[in-house]
Nanobody, 115 residues
């Protein structure tokens, strides 16, 4: 059974950095894509960054040049390195794993950026 667990959120001052982790268990290989999404109260959940099984990445315009997504297939873990954080990056960050017309969300981790 696939399980997705995020970690690494917290409180940071503007201009600071955080690294989020997304651990995906239940896979025997690396044939899955991983995405980071974020959501604030009353708004839709938006894609932040995504990395496919081949390692290709794409980013939301608002985070390009500041955030980097990566993955370690041996550990079945993806990371989101967030630098130069802004108050508007404050949100709950969710990880989604996609494979063979299935997907699984994690429970989310709160990121709060103070001015």
């Amino acid at each position: 059974q696939v399980r997705v667990v995020e970690s690494g959120g917290g409180l940071v001052q503007a201009g600071g950095s955080l690294r989020l982790s997304c651990a995906a268990s239940g896979f025997s290989g690396s044939a899955y894509d991983i995405g980071w999404y974020r959501q604030t109260p009353g708004k839709q959940r938006d894609m932040v960054a995504r990395i496919n099984s081949a390692g290709s990445t794409n980013y939301a315009d608002s985070v390009k040049g500041r955030f980097t997504i990566s993955r370690d297939n041996a550990k079945h873990t993806a990371y989101l390195q967030m630098n130069s954080l802004k108050p508007e990056d404050t949100a709950v960050y969710y990880c989604k794993v996609e494979w063979s017309n299935h997907d699984k969300w994690g429970q989310g981790t709160q990121v709060t950026v103070s001015p």
